[in-house]
């Protein structure tokens, strides 16, 4: 069965410092993963998705994700956090020939001044 | 161009009671999907419908029903409702059936509060 694990519920970097969110996942068929973020009162918005072109994925905001299947993760960086990035990050995951898209529990990131 | 709106954004209910929930995609985009979610969790799939039938359903009682109208739009129905109902539900639309690769566009959500 599919299924995605986010370690860490909270996470809280500086302004200014890298955001490094984790993702692992587990799928006995080749997956297409998804990062989302969501901003309080708000529904999901992409931020980038793998669909097996190319293992470093760069997305909207200046964040990026490698695909490291020898380890069945899929984490998220940006290399400098900024206070407009506070939200709840939700990994994902989604299989050919399936119909619903899985997501892990969320991660909240708290960015300080 | 409209993103995907629902309505209500906010309900209360009592437990016991029915509501809907109403969804209209992107325009030209065929597929919605429901998802439930529970504060401090992340979305549950409930549905998801193309072209008016229903293509996939996830680990929900049968208390919760869907359907998909001729103009795409979708109303998501939960009967006799428990505490445990209480989350922010999130349609979701994309241009084909799948998902597959297909991207998620989602609306702001209805948070249904059952007291």
């Known amino acids: 069965a599919q299924s995605v694990t986010q370690l860490g519920s909270h996470v809280s970097v500086s302004e200014g410092a890298l955001v490094l969110l984790r993702c692992n996942y587990s799928?006995?068929?080749?997956?297409?993963l998804f990062w989302y973020v969501q901003y309080p009162n708000q529904g999901l918005q992409l931020l980038l998705k793998?669909?097996?072109?190319?293992?470093l994925v760069k997305g909207i905001n200046g964040f990026e994700a490698e695909f490291k299947k020898s380890e069945t993760s899929f984490h998220l960086t940006k290399p400098s956090a900024h206070m407009s990035d506070a939200a709840e990050y939700f990994c994902?995951?989604?299989?050919?020939?399936?119909?619903?898209?899985?997501f892990g529990a969320g991660t909240r990131l708290f960015v300080k001044a | 161009d409209a993103g995907v709106t629902q309505s209500p954004t906010h309900l209360i209910k009592t437990r016991g009671q029915h509501v809907t929930l109403r969804c209209s995609p992107i325009s030209g985009h065929k597929s919605v999907s429901w998802y439930q979610q529970v504060l401090g969790q992340g979305p549950q799939f409930i549905f998801q419908?193309?072209?008016?039938?229903?293509?996939g359903r996830g680990n929900f009682p049968d208390r919760f029903s869907a359907r998909q109208f001729p103009n795409y739009s979708s109303e998501l129905n939960v009967n006799a409702l428990l505490l445990g109902d209480s989350a922010l539900y999130l349609c979701a639309s994309s241009l084909e059936a799948g998902p597959t690769n297909e991207k998620l566009f989602f609306g702001s959500g209805t948070q249904l509060s059952v007291l």
């Open positions: 994902a995951v989604s299989y050919t020939g399936g119909f619903k898209t899985i």
């Open positions: 419908y193309y072209e008016k039938e229903e293509r």
């Open positions: 799928s006995s068929v080749p997956p297409y």
């Open positions: 793998y669909t097996s072109a190319a293992t």
